[in-house]
């Protein structure tokens, strides 16, 4: 006890990291048991308790969860979804959060809420992108529905079904799958204002303001023959576009097949443009060989800003007559001009193509070792901030595999550490997630974080310290009224599930509480209900459930911030579950 309390102290203070206070307290764990073994435990026993998270089926599934969430964001595979997300959050910002909290909740009843979290976190990973809300302000509540959605069925997380087979061994008659439903759906309506409304004014916006605006880069739109543009005005086609696309030099009439349009916007807008508008900024044949070239060596494309520096032989040129894509394999997107140089008089040739000068940012597209030859042979500096195209040709695979190791989970066909790790092992073979990029996708932090609870979790096991919590809690119930012995119930296998783990609250709390309901005459059914209720309010500390952890890294969450969002959340669910247990069982 005296560990988890100076763990979550560490925790809040802030002082050190979280890796830092979650390795210290494997290593007070491992050295403490070494000299002062357990009983029946000798000190290596100790060390095996102390570095099991490490090799525990949950850490396992966690980081298989996070290589296939990886696998739908270098796929593109989210797209569709976050796009319809986006109109509705464009639409308006509340009600594009109210939608997603409903979804998640509603999911959560009837499949896990891991995999409902691991689908929904890159879609708003790739919403914030967007210009949507940060992930800051949408995981945490996101998480929070979906936890209490999961609460509301038997079937909605293993710790219910648990709760229930343990109360059906000590004699009670087994329950449905909607049996206490409707009491969640009461309780998540009073929630719902708070998780909308409250939770994200809570919480820190984890966007990275950038030093200078985005750059802006100007280019030549080329119309395709299957480009919505052919036979209409520009103008209604414009609100179809990202907002800070430009068009320039339009002349009056409709727009024809290859037709080529200048235009400036950012990097983003710019791909938006060409999706929406079914046209490509670069020679087709280059962009046709890129491909080609990508998928016969295996090789992810590659976008990255270089700046031509005075000594490349780009300097006066425009693109046509540079031979770059000719030369190099590689395709300019667009060029971005400083402030500084705007206004020259020689800044366009002939055929109205912008001459490059010194200074100018290029946008270029290709393989790695072709943009690096390009960048040394034309005497150019290569920016940070190279970012890799989504493979959009493997997005319905990645789509399958994810759906497919969801669906085997949520019917019990597999549990979900076998088919997520089988998920992540076929994103592999298939190449929707390349191996040695494996280290974007989990995170250093929550890997130490998870074998650090997993530890603390069986130590309050096994050194009876819940065992004899629970003891002294039995003997302090007789005198209070019905509502505040459920409440009691509650709040003691919460703090259970928030430090140690659902598996030990529910499998300490259940025969407590059964114990209690026959020394006070109270109906044993809600006081087991307290019990299944409390096992899943574990919104207070990082370390109370796997999704806490798989959103920590995403958005950006300290201790603090689950401390300070989740404890009035279990207030209120405490209360509210306790009153309608009351009602509902006439006590």
Request: charged content about 15%; aromatic content about 6%; hydrophobic content about 50%.
């Amino acid at each position: 006890m005296v560990v988890t309390i100076a763990m979550f102290v560490g925790f809040v203070r802030g002082r050190m990291s979280v890796e830092m206070v979650s390795l210290l307290t494997i290593a007070v764990i491992a050295v403490g048991l070494y000299f002062f073994p357990l009983p029946n435990a000798g000190p290596t026993d100790g060390l095996q308790l102390a570095f099991s998270g490490f090799g525990h089926y949950a850490l396992i599934t966690i980081c298989a969860l996070m290589v296939m969430g990886r696998g739908l964001v270098v796929t593109g595979a989210l797209e569709p979804a976050a796009r319809f997300l986006e109109g509705v959050f464009k639409w308006n910002l509340q009600m594009g959060l109210l939608l997603s909290l409903t979804l998640a909740f509603v999911l959560s009843m009837g499949v896990n809420n891991t995999p409902v979290l691991v689908l929904l976190i890159p879609i708003f990973a790739a919403l914030a992108a967007r210009g949507a809300l940060p992930t800051s302000k949408t995981l945490m509540p996101l998480n929070s529905a979906s936890l209490i959605g999961g609460m509301a069925t038997t079937i909605g997380t293993s710790t219910n079904i648990l709760v229930v087979s343990i109360a059906v061994d000590l004699g009670m008659p087994r329950m449905g799958v909607f049996h206490f439903t409707p009491i969640v759906l009461v309780a998540a309506f009073v929630a719902l204002p708070y998780l909308w409304l409250v939770m994200p004014r809570m919480l820190d916006d984890n966007r990275v303001e950038a030093t200078h605006g985005p750059r802006r880069f100007q280019s030549r739109l080329r119309i395709g023959p299957e480009s919505q543009l052919v036979g209409k005005d520009l103008s209604a086609v414009l609100p179809l576009l990202p907002k800070g696309i430009e068009f320039h030099d339009l002349g009056p009439g409709k727009i024809e097949q290859e037709q080529r349009l200048k235009i400036t916007g950012t990097h983003e807008a710019l791909e938006e443009a060409m999706r929406t508008l079914q046209g490509e900024v670069a020679p087709t044949w280059v962009l046709d060989r890129i491909h080609r070239k990508s998928t016969e060596a295996r090789e992810d494309i590659v976008v990255v800003e270089m700046t031509v520096t005075a000594d490349s032989r780009l300097v006066s040129r425009s693109l046509p007559t540079s031979g770059i894509a000719d030369l190099h394999g590689v395709a300019v997107l667009g060029i971005h001009r400083p402030e500084r140089l705007i206004g020259e008089k020689s800044e366009y040739s002939m055929g109205g193509d912008m001459r490059m000068r010194e200074g100018d940012v290029l946008l270029v597209m290709g393989l790695t070792e072709d943009l690096q030859e390009f960048s040394r042979s034309d005497s150019l500096l290569m920016l940070e901030g190279a970012r890799e195209l989504p493979r959009r040709s493997k997005a319905a695979l990645a789509a399958i595999i994810m759906g497919a190791s969801v669906g085997a989970a949520s019917i019990g066909l597999f549990p979900i550490a076998i088919s997520a790790l089988g998920g992540a092992i076929l994103m592999f073979l298939t190449g929707c997630v390349k191996f040695d990029r494996v280290g974007k996708a989990l995170s250093g932090q929550v890997i130490v974080l998870v074998a650090a609870s997993i530890a603390i979790g069986r130590i309050i096991d096994e050194s009876g310290a819940a065992e004899w919590l629970g003891t002294v809690l039995a003997q302090g119930l007789g005198a209070l009224a019905p509502a505040a012995v459920l409440a009691a119930i509650m709040l003691f296998v919460t703090v259970l599930t928030n430090f140690a783990s659902n598996a030990t609250a529910a499998t300490v709390g259940t025969p407590i509480a059964f114990s209690i309901a026959s020394k006070l005459g109270l109906p044993p059914e809600p006081l087991i209900l307290a019990v299944l209720f409390g096992c899943n309010l574990c919104y207070a500390t990082p370390i109370a459930y796997q999704t806490n952890m798989l959103i920590m890294a995403e958005g950006d969450y300290d201790f603090k911030d689950y401390v300070r969002t989740g404890v009035p959340l279990v207030l209120l669910m405490v209360a509210s579950l306790s009153i309608l247990l009351v009602i509902t069982y006439d006590m």
